[in-house]
C-alpha cells in the first residue's frame, strides 16, 4: 500500500474552472503597482461559465525538471512575474498552513509545476480573460496544495480584476486601507440566484488586441488625469452604495442608468490621460446611441451598456428584453455571413419589431459591424472539475492533443 501510495503521489493534479466578471463600478488605477491595490472600490457580475470560461489543470510532480505553462495549447512564459507571484502566495499558504511539519502524505512544495490554461473565448480582445485566468491558476494551486484560505487577494496579485473572479454573482472588491493590502480583497455582495432575471449580452465587435493594455494605460491616467483622482476620491464612494442598493432591491432602472453612467466616466478618463487612450471605437459610439434611442422609445431603461478597456459592448436587459433587443441589434448590424451563428450562448426567442420601433431606433443599419452576440446570465465562482478525463494535462504532465 505504501508503495502504491508513493507513486500515486508521483503526479499530483487538480482542475478548476473560473468565471469571468464584468465591472459595473469600473476599476482604473493602482496606488501600489506590486501589490496590485486599487485607487478606488469596485463592483461587479460574474459571468456564467457555461457561455465563458477558463479551464486550468495544474499538476506537480518529483519528475517535472522545471516549472512549465502553456496557454491555449502553446508553451507560455512561466516566469512571469504575476504567474510567480501567484505561485509564491499559495506555496505560502501551504506552509503556513501544514506549520512547517511536511507530512508524507502532503504533496511536496519543492516538486516543480506544469500548468496548462484554456480559454472558450477569445484572450484579451476586452473580455476579461486575464481576470478568469488568474482566478483559475490560484484556484487549481490551491486545490492542488490544500489551501483553503481567504484567495481573493491571492488572486488580486495576478490581475487586480481577478480578486472578483473568485466568487459567483454579484461581487465587490474593496479597495482597502492598509500598505500590506492584506484588506483588499473581494466580498460577495448578492449570489447569482438573487436577480434571476437578469441577462447579459456581449456584442462583440472585434477579437483583436487592445491598443493599450490595461496594466499601462491605468497607470498612465493615474500619472496623468485630474478627472481620474476626482473620481476615485469623491465619485466612487458614493456610486459603489447606490449600486449595492440597486442590486439588492433588483431595481433595473437605478442599476441600468447608473452602469452606463459608470463607464462613460471610465471612458472620460481614458480620454483625461495625457496622450489620451481611445478604447471605444465608432462603433462602440453607435451602439451606445442605440441603447439610448431604445430606451427612449420606450420611456425608460431597460437595456444598459458598460464597455470595459476595449471595444466590445456589454448590454444588461432584463429576460423580457432579450428577444426584441436582439432583433434591433441583428437589423442595426445586420450580420455579413454568420446569419445562424450570429446569436450564442442561452437560446433567445424571436421578436416582431413594430414599425415605430424600426423607425425610431434603427437608423443608418452598418452590416457586418458586430460579429456576433453571446447571449449570458450571472454565474457562479470558481469550480473544482471532478471528471479526470477533463483534466489539460496528461498522466505524462504534458498538455493532452485536444482532438
Not at 253 to 263: K, N, T, V, W
Request: glycine share 8%; aromatic share 6%.
Amino acid at each position: 500500500v505504501v508503495a502504491a501510495m508513493a507513486a500515486e503521489r508521483a503526479l499530483a493534479m487538480a482542475t478548476c474552472t473560473a468565471p469571468v466578471n464584468i465591472a459595473v463600478i469600473k476599476y482604473w488605477g493602482k496606488r501600489d503597482t506590486d501589490l496590485i491595490l486599487p485607487i478606488n472600490s469596485s463592483l461587479s457580475v460574474t459571468l456564467h461559465q457555461d457561455q465563458l470560461k477558463t479551464t486550468t489543470t495544474a499538476a506537480a510532480s518529483r519528475d517535472f525538471t522545471e516549472d512549465r505553462l502553456w496557454l491555449n495549447g502553446k508553451e507560455a512564459d512561466v516566469g512571469n512575474p504575476r504567474v510567480q507571484a501567484c505561485l509564491r502566495e499559495v506555496r505560502r499558504l501551504a506552509r503556513k498552513r501544514r506549520g512547517g511539519n511536511e507530512d508524507v502524505a502532503t504533496l511536496s512544495l519543492s516538486y516543480k509545476i506544469h500548468i496548462a490554461s484554456e480559454n472558450n473565448f477569445p484572450t484579451a480582445a476586452g473580455l476579461a480573460s486575464s481576470a478568469a485566468g488568474y482566478a483559475c491558476l490560484v484556484s487549481a494551486l490551491a486545490r492542488l496544495y490544500g489551501v483553503e484560505e481567504e484567495l481573493s487577494e491571492v488572486a488580486r496579485q495576478g490581475s487586480g480584476s481577478a480578486c472578483r473572479s473568485m466568487f459567483g454573482g454579484f461581487v465587490q472588491w474593496q479597495r482597502g486601507e492598509r500598505p500590506d493590502g492584506t484588506d483588499s480583497l473581494a466580498l460577495q455582495v448578492a449570489p447569482e440566484t438573487h436577480w434571476p432575471e437578469l441577462r447579459v449580452l456581449v456584442l462583440v465587435v472585434s477579437g483583436d488586441k487592445k491598443p493599450v493594455g490595461s496594466t499601462a494605460g491605468m497607470q498612465t491616467s493615474v500619472e496623468t488625469s485630474p478627472l481620474l483622482k476626482h473620481r476615485a476620491e469623491v465619485v466612487v464612494p458614493e456610486r459603489l452604495a447606490q449600486m449595492m442598493r440597486h442590486i439588492r432591491e433588483r431595481d433595473f432602472e437605478g442599476f441600468g442608468q447608473l452602469a452606463m453612467r459608470d463607464s462613460n466616466q471610465f471612458h472620460a478618463t481614458c480620454l483625461d490621460t495625457f496622450p489620451p487612450i481611445f478604447y471605444l471605437t465608432d462603433l462602440s459610439r453607435h451602439i451606445i446611441a442605440l441603447a439610448h434611442r431604445y430606451n427612449a422609445h420606450h420611456g425608460h431603461t431597460k437595456v444598459a451598456y458598460t464597455f470595459d478597456a476595449g471595444p466590445n459592448a456589454v448590454i444588461f436587459a432584463l429576460a423580457d428584453t432579450v428577444a426584441e433587443f436582439v432583433e434591433v441589434v441583428r437589423r442595426s448590424f445586420p450580420p455579413a455571413t454568420n446569419g445562424d451563428q450570429f446569436v450564442r450562448g442561452l437560446p433567445v426567442g424571436s421578436a416582431a419589431l413594430s414599425q415605430e420601433l424600426v423607425a425610431a431606433v434603427v437608423t443608418e443599419p452598418v452590416p457586418g459591424a458586430v460579429q456576433y452576440i453571446l447571449h449570458t446570465k450571472p454565474g457562479p465562482g470558481p469550480q473544482l472539475v471532478d471528471d479526470p478525463s477533463q483534466h489539460l494535462l496528461g498522466a505524462d504532465g504534458l498538455p493532452r492533443s485536444r482532438a
